[in-house]
């Protein structure tokens, strides 16, 4: 059964600073990696997405790199804004009907 | 192009009472799911469709039902509700065919069962 860990389970970081959310999955036979954006009370929104045979992705301030064969995976955020405020959630797209299994997120507080 | 909407936004159950949440693409998807949400955790798995006319369970599927009542639409019925099913629910779509397909979500309904 895949499994996947999200550390820390929150974190709180001064404006401007780069910082890195950590994801881990047990199960290496993945389509792809995805990281999402969950507002309070809202839907998610796919940041990006990490292809099995791919090493990372990059979109405007956020970087995701993927290693496959360790299970791993980290979301690089440069220069965070208070905007960025909101739980991120890693999720590994696996077996036959390709379902999504989540981690438990990363919230993130970017303080003014 | 509305995407993946939900109705009710919010609900309120006794225990014990029934209701169905609905789920509607418009993005021509295959395959549409349903997850559960619990406070701290990440989304779980209750059934999906991977294409019209097929429904089947997921991590978290006991006390759910599903209807896939055409590819646009997908419910998830709950018969006799319980405090244990106080949660979000969030319905997805995707057209999963290559390994760079995603899910794309619902607001969600949030639902509380007294």
């Known amino acids: 059964k895949q499994e996947v860990t999200q550390i820390p389970a929150a974190l709180s970081v001064p404006e401007g600073e780069n910082l890195v959310l950590n994801c881990s999955f047990t199960d290496s036979a993945i389509y792809n990696l995805q990281w999402f954006r969950q507002d309070p009370g809202k839907g998610l929104t796919s940041l990006l997405l990490?292809?099995?045979?791919?090493r990372e992705q990059t979109s405007g301030r956020l970087n995701a790199s993927l290693d496959k064969s360790s299970g791993r995976s980290t979301l690089y955020i440069a220069a965070s804004q208070p905007g960025d405020s909101a739980t991120y959630l890693c999720a590994v797209t696996s077996g036959s009907a390709r379902q999504l299994t989540f981690g438990s997120g990363t919230q993130l507080t970017v303080l003014p | 192009n509305a995407g993946v909407t939900q109705t009710p936004k919010f609900q309120v159950l006794k225990t014990g009472q029934s209701m169905t949440l609905q789920c509607a693409q418009d993005m021509n998807h295959n395959s549409m799911y349903w997850y559960r949400q619990d406070p701290g955790m990440g989304l779980r798995l209750i059934y999906y469709s991977a294409s019209e006319g097929t429904t089947d369970k997921g991590e978290v599927p006991n006390g759910y039902n599903v209807s896939r009542l055409n590819k646009r639409e997908f419910s998830l019925r709950l018969e006799s509700a319980a405090p244990s099913q106080t949660s979000v629910y969030f319905c997805a779509s995707s057209y999963p065919v290559t390994s760079t397909d995603t899910q794309y979500f619902g607001p969600g309904t949030r639902l509380t069962v007294l």
């Open positions: 990490i292809q099995s045979s791919q």
